[in-house]
C-alpha cells in the first residue's frame, strides 16, 4: 500500500533541486524537464545524455529512507530502462543523495540506510559508477 503524501509535489520538486545541484558540483551539466519517466536530462563527459529519474523523501523512518522507486498512479511497476538510465534517491533532510543505475532495483519500494547518505565523498562515485554502468548496457 503506498501512503499519500499531503505535500508530495513540493517534496518532489526540492529533491529535483537537490539532485540538480549536486550533479552541476560534479561537473554535469542538467537540465530539468517536464516528462514522464524522468526529471532530469543530464550530460555526461561526453555530452551523451542520461535521462535521470529523482526519488525523494523527507526524513528516515527507523533509521532508513524509504523510495517509491516504481511508476505509475495506479497499477505500480518497478522503474526500468524503458523510464529512465539512473536513479538518484535524495535524503530531503540531509540534502544528500544515492546515485543507482536503474537496473540495480529491485523492488517497488527500496529502502536505505542513513549510512548510505553519509559515506564522505561517495556522491561523485556514485554518480561516475551509474553513469558507467548505464553505457556500458548500451553499447
Known amino acids: 500500500m503506498y501512503k499519500?503524501?499531503?505535500?508530495?509535489?513540493?517534496?518532489g520538486r526540492i529533491g529535483e533541486l537537490i539532485a540538480q545541484a549536486v550533479l552541476e558540483e560534479n561537473g554535469y551539466k542538467?537540465?530539468?524537464?517536464?516528462?514522464?519517466?524522468f526529471d532530469l536530462l543530464m550530460f555526461d563527459d561526453d555530452g551523451?545524455?542520461?535521462?535521470?529519474?529523482?526519488?525523494?523523501?523527507?526524513?528516515?523512518?527507523?533509521?532508513?529512507?524509504?523510495?517509491?522507486?516504481?511508476?505509475?498512479?495506479?497499477?505500480k511497476k518497478?522503474?526500468?530502462p524503458n523510464d529512465?538510465?539512473?536513479?538518484?534517491?535524495?535524503?530531503?533532510?540531509?540534502?544528500?543523495?544515492v546515485v543507482r543505475d536503474v537496473t540495480e532495483l529491485k523492488h517497488k519500494r527500496t529502502s536505505l540506510g542513513t549510512c548510505h547518505f553519509l559515506d564522505s565523498g561517495s556522491e561523485a562515485t556514485q554518480i561516475r559508477k551509474a553513469v558507467q554502468k548505464y553505457r556500458s548496457r548500451k553499447c
Not at 542538467?30 to 519517466?37: K, M
Open 84 to 97: 529512465c538510465d539512473i536513479v538518484v534517491m535524495v535524503a530531503l533532510d540531509l540534502r544528500r543523495i
Open 30 to 37: 542538467t537540465a530539468r524537464v517536464n516528462h514522464e519517466g
Open 48 to 75: 551523451l545524455p542520461v535521462k535521470v529519474e529523482v526519488k525523494s523523501s523527507s526524513r528516515a523512518y527507523e533509521k532508513s529512507y524509504k523510495f517509491a522507486t516504481a511508476s505509475g498512479s495506479k497499477n
Open 4 to 11: 499519500t503524501v499531503r505535500n508530495a509535489v513540493q517534496i
Open 78 to 80: 518497478l522503474l526500468s
